[in-house]
């Protein structure tokens, strides 16, 4: 193949020359088409015309019969059908005859038309002389003679006329029909030959271009995708062969750069994580040092918190009171002093999880009295819930039975799902805490008559730091997730849902075995 110029050049000079076939056989048959079309409209015209002027004459004929009557009043209508029939066949002659001959006949279609004018004036001048005879009888008959010898004279020539027009229309049809064929098979040898030149321009010139800019782009794209090995034949030596010269240069180039890039990559890859790796480990560390410090501090805040507000409620009781008894003085300094036990219990508790690098908390497993323990949890939690303005009610069965269970950590779960009523449960008017035995396990449920918590927010309340403050619903935050810790190590469940009996507020089921395994630890702090 030469240079793409050149077979472009080629290209548009084919095309140029289909359009101008193309444009030189329409303006012929657009050409043919006319003259055809043309014949017809004329010898149609002139058809009609003489039609016109036949029916002109009867009109004359017949009015110069009456006028032999009433001579004077008809001789103006004559006067009138005479001028029309002359204009009608002046409109006839006006078009000119294309060559048409009449059958039978030597005189051209011209001539018979003028014989036919002269017979229509010689008619007209003898009815005239007839009008000027004074007998009626005698006016009649010149009439009637000059009317028959008319219609000997003018008649045949006439229906000559007429036929020679109608055999005129017959063969303008009869070419046009003719000449629409042979348009017709133009046309489609025109698109037979216009389809030949576009294959064979394709084949040669196009579907080449097209397959080797495809090749190019199919390159790009291998480039692009990153295999820079990709090459490309150079093949024909034109402006397509120079780009993929070029081509491939770009693609080697890119090629040395990016193995170099690689290289470069690698080095500095292995320097940094040569030099971090220490950091990285500090870091690590330090994020669990971090950690371990926050969640300690949140865990001794809420840990802390229920024992002291049963200790700050007996003082405020205590101080309030207009006189107390001894005996009364003694309760509530053992109420003060139980909790203030407890509090130093959850001290050391912290202070052991906070020395201990694991973080582990051991639990106590002891024979206990769960109802008896949800009865001082209950007892120690009224003044509180009086103070909100709550009911709080315990339900026991009647001989319940004892379970092994560090008491000390379930009393606290209890009496921090009380305290999480007491505060959170907005609307709220009671609060009941329930015991139900089992052969096997020991059902604790904590409920209340509050707003309740979303379904789809009872699973989220489990997890470290999760709070519903301020929202429809009980509020929780590192509590639940202690709560949800203890009630594991005991190999018990805790759920949340509403109350079935009036499916609102919050209804939290502990289930506990009857017996458990001892000092179970943990890593809950850390």
């Known amino acids: 193949m030469g240079s793409i110029r050149g077979s472009l050049s080629l290209l548009i000079a084919g095309a140029a020359m289909l359009t101008l076939l193309a444009a030189g056989g329409l303006l012929f048959a657009v050409r043919t088409s006319d003259f055809a079309v043309e014949r017809l409209t004329v010898s149609q015209r002139r058809l009609d015309l003489l039609a016109e002027a ?3 004459l009867t009109d004359y004929a017949f009015a110069a019969i009456d006028s032999a009557q009433t001579a004077t009043s008809s001789r103006l209508r004559l006067t009138a059908l005479k001028n029309q029939i002359d204009t009608v066949l002046t409109a006839a002659g006006a078009d000119p005859w294309q060559g048409e ?10 001539r018979m038309l003028a014989l036919l004018r002269a017979d229509i004036a010689s008619l007209d001048a003898s009815i005239a002389a007839g009008l000027e005879q004074a007998d009626t009888a005698a006016r009649g008959d010149t009439i009637r003679g000059a009317l028959n010898g ?3 004279s003018a008649g045949p020539r006439l229906s000559a006329l007429v036929e020679a027009e109608r055999q005129a229309v017959k063969l303008a049809r009869e070419d046009i029909a003719r000449t629409s064929q042979r348009l017709t098979v133009a046309a489609i040898a025109a698109a037979v030959l216009a389809i030949l030149v576009a294959i064979l321009l394709h084949q040669r010139i ?7 800019i495809s090749a190019i782009d199919d390159a790009a794209i291998a480039i692009g995708r990153g295999k820079l090995d990709t090459r490309l034949a150079v093949g024909a030596r034109d402006e397509l062969g120079l780009l993929v010269a070029r081509f491939n240069r770009m693609a080697a180039s890119l090629a040395r750069r990016e193995q170099k890039l690689s290289q470069d990559r690698a080095a500095l890859e292995r320097i940094v994580a040569e030099r971090t ?5 500090a870091n690590e560390r330090l994020a669990g040092i971090d950690r371990s410090r926050r969640r300690f501090f949140a865990d001794v805040s809420h840990e802390l918190r229920t024992p002291l507000t049963v200790v700050l409620g007996e003082c405020d009781i205590a101080l309030r009171a207009p006189s107390i008894t001894p005996e009364e003085t003694r309760t509530t300094f053992a109420t003060i002093r139980q909790r203030a036990f407890r509090l130093h219990r959850r001290v050391e508790d912290m202070l052991r999880v906070a020395r201990s690098e694991s973080g582990e908390i051991t639990l106590d497993f002891r024979r206990i009295d769960l109802a008896r323990l949800l009865g001082d949890a209950v007892e120690s939690y009224a003044p509180v819930a009086r103070r909100h303005q709550l009911e709080i009610a315990l339900a026991l069965p009647e001989s319940p039975g004892d379970i092994v269970a560090d008491g000390d950590w ?17 609307g709220a008017t009671r609060i009941e805490v329930r015991l139900e035995d089992s052969p096997d396990a020991a059902a604790i449920f904590v409920s209340d008559d509050g707003c309740g918590i979303p379904a789809q927010a009872r699973e989220q309340v489990f997890e470290r730091f999760v709070s519903r403050d301020g929202a429809a619903s009980s509020g929780f935050g590192i509590g639940l997730a202690l709560a949800q810790w203890v009630i594991t190590r005991h ?7 509403s109350d079935p009996s009036t499916e609102r507020g919050t209804r939290v ?18």
């Open 54 to 56: 036949s029916g002109r």
């Open 101 to 110: 001959t009449i059958p039978g006949r030597v005189e051209t279609p011209e």
């Open 150 to 152: 008319f219609g000997l």
């Open 206 to 212: 196009t579907r080449p271009l097209l397959r080797r």
């Open 277 to 281: 790796a220490d950091l990285t480990t």
């Open 410 to 426: 379930i009393r606290q779960v209890v009496e921090g799902l009380i305290d999480n009523a007491v505060r959170h449960a907005k």
């Open 491 to 497: 190999h018990g469940s805790i759920v949340i849902a």
């Open 509 to 526: 089921a502990i289930t506990l075995p009857r017996a458990a395994e001892g000092n179970t630890h943990t890593g809950f702090a850390s």
